[in-house]
């Protein structure tokens, strides 16, 4: 795998909670996709969670190199979850070229919340053509002593 971009962003809840009840939707349908804000808004307490995707975004961009400038919209980069799995940040029109004007084929993400804080990590990468369920090094570097493919220099 071959990191393109990284970025990262921390995002506090409670101004998260303002900007929310004084924009209200104006907000929410701006920087969000439908489908973000119907997952938020199924929670007990949604701002947390736009709070994270929110980070998210911004890490999104700072790993493209762009902020939301080169034609970006905030609902071009969206945070999507499969049951049970790694949260992910889509790319979509101007973003999605970008990132592959950059050599990214795909963005991992990783999200937290707590306190009165959520942070996002984003990185653009590519794949190598090593297995995603492997090694996460090459034999050269991750493999143990005395494989064949571990060179006399990395004993």
């Known amino acids: 795998m071959n990191v393109r971009g990284i970025g990262i962003d921390i995002v506090r809840i409670s101004r998260m909670r303002d900007v929310l009840a004084r924009w209200e939707d104006r907000f ?33 961009l700072k790993a493209l190199g762009t902020g939301l400038a080169l034609g970006i919209h905030w609902r071009e980069l969206e945070v999507c979850r499969d049951r049970g799995g ?19 084929e795909h963005m991992l993400l990783a999200l937290t919340h707590d306190g ?32 064949p493919g571990r060179s006399s220099t990395h004993r």
């Open 28 to 60: 929410v349908r701006r920087v969000f996709t439908d489908a973000e804000i119907a997952y938020c808004r199924a929670r007990r307490d949604p701002v947390p969670h736009f709070a994270a995707r929110f980070a998210a975004k911004e890490a999104g």
């Open 116 to 147: 009165d804080y959520a942070l996002a990590q984003a990185m653009l990468v590519r794949d190598d053509g090593w297995p995603r369920h492997g090694p996460p090094y090459p034999p050269a570097l991750g493999s143990a002593p005395g494989d």
């Open 86 to 104: 790694a949260p992910r940040l889509e790319l979509s029109g101007r973003s999605r070229e970008i990132g592959r004007e950059r050599g990214g």
